[in-house]
């Protein structure tokens, strides 16, 4: 079954929580990659690979908030719901489920789609982010552990920002199967 893949409601999601945590989902010391899950999420992406930790991409509902804070019970999510590597290279290769095509220009992008930082150019991606508009072919967008809104999409103003940054861009595909 064809699924269509919601870029506003994937927006409008990172333009809602951008600032704060869903009290629906656990929330991370480094949040960027769960909150980009989450918005792909809210554009309809199907979830995959469940309960393999290492395929697919995928949370339960599993965890919850206890008295003192979450608690989070072992294998609720899979490593790329979460961890910015992890799901650059669950897109680099997704067949099926949430899929993406990875492009080489920042002006190929359009709202709902994401963004790896490799801050340090060495391989390892350090930070992802989601699309949320685009003006005269330049992104810019939303993001968690240091929230931010409307941002340009090159971070040349963040303290993480490197002479060697490297930028990994990847359009979602408009329908999943």
Not at 3 to 20: G, H, K, L, Q
Not at 62 to 91: C, D, F, I, N, Q
Not at 129 to 140: L, N
Request: charged share 20%.
């Amino acid at each position: 079954m064809a699924i269509r893949y919601d870029r506003e409601a994937a927006v409008r999601y990172a333009e809602t929580w951008w600032n704060s945590f869903n009290p629906n989902y656990p929330v991370f010391s480094v949040d960027c990659t769960n909150f980009v899950s989450q918005a792909l999420r809210a554009g309809g992406a199907p979830m995959t690979g469940y309960p393999d930790r290492g395929k697919g991409w995928w949370i339960t509902d599993g965890w919850k908030a206890g008295a003192r804070g979450y608690h989070y019970p072992r294998e609720t999510w899979s490593y790329s719901w979460a961890v910015s590597h992890s799901l650059r290279w669950y897109l680099e290769g997704a067949k099926t489920g949430l899929t993406a095509k990875r492009v080489y220009s920042p002006s190929e992008l359009e709202p709902g789609d994401v963004i790896f930082y490799d801050f340090q150019g060495n391989g390892v991606i350090d930070h992802s982010v989601i699309v949320t508009s685009v003006f005269d072919g330049i992104p810019y967008v939303h993001a968690h552990t240091g929230p931010s809104a409307n941002r340009h999409y090159d971070y040349s103003d963040s303290y993480a920002y490197t002479p060697n940054i490297q930028y990994y861009f990847y359009k979602i595909d408009d329908i999943f199967y």
